[in-house]
């Protein structure tokens, strides 16, 4: 993780070298999710949904029932160990990272309409799978309707 954000002008020279294949591996690495016939996907966690306060204990003990039901030993259970678990990890390590952003990160139309074909592109490869669609077209919208274009 990094411990605070690039400087925009950083940001800006590395999206351009990197972006074409940034998204390339993004799509690339949800393939490869799906398609891995060892390790099965038991469920999808949307980042956000597990940083968000309101929604973090509802995922966390998804998660918490999963790793149980795998018979992985020493999982949390009760709701109130989730809850300080992810104010400790979540809320409040990582506290002086978010307030130091500064901007926020911006694209080109060009990149905007990359984001999106990429992510048209994995609704349709995985329109079966329900709970990997609703991520996927919430980062849609989100790429659609709140993009800083620059």
Same mark, same amino acid.
């Given at each position: 993780?990094?411990?605070?954000?690039?400087?925009?002008?950083?940001?800006?020279?590395?999206?351009?070298?990197?972006?074409?294949?940034?998204?390339?591996?993004?799509?690339?690495?949800?393939?490869?999710?799906?398609?891995?016939?060892?390790?099965?996907?038991?469920?999808?966690?949307?980042?956000?949904?597990?940083?968000?306060?309101?929604?973090?204990?509802?995922?966390?003990?998804?998660?918490?029932?999963?790793?149980?039901? #795998? *018979?992985?030993?020493?999982?949390?259970?009760? @709701? +109130?160990? &989730?809850?300080?678990?992810?104010?400790?990890?979540?809320? %409040?390590?990582?506290?002086?990272?978010?307030?130091?952003?500064?901007?926020?990160?911006?694209?080109?139309? #060009? *990149?905007?309409?990359?984001?999106?074909?990429? @992510? +048209?592109? &994995?609704?349709?490869?995985?329109?079966?799978?329900?709970? %990997?669609?609703?991520?996927?077209?919430?980062?849609?919208?989100?790429?659609?309707?709140?993009?800083?274009?620059?």
């Amino acid at each position: 993780f990094h411990s605070q954000q690039a400087p925009e002008q950083a940001w800006n020279r590395w999206i351009r070298r990197s972006f074409d294949d940034q998204i390339m591996q993004y799509s690339n690495l949800i393939h490869q999710w799906n398609n891995h016939d060892q390790y099965p996907v038991a469920m999808y966690v949307a980042y956000e949904h597990l940083v968000d306060e309101s929604m973090a204990p509802t995922v966390l003990k998804r998660i918490a029932n999963e790793l149980l039901d #795998a *018979q992985v030993p020493h999982v949390a259970t009760s @709701l +109130d160990d &989730l809850a300080c678990i992810w104010r400790q990890s979540v809320k %409040l390590k990582p506290k002086k990272k978010r307030a130091s952003h500064s901007y926020q990160p911006g694209y080109t139309v #060009a *990149q905007q309409r990359k984001l999106i074909q990429m @992510l +048209d592109g &994995l609704l349709e490869d995985f329109s079966n799978v329900r709970e %990997l669609v609703g991520i996927l077209e919430q980062y849609r919208h989100d790429v659609a309707n709140s993009t800083r274009l620059v």
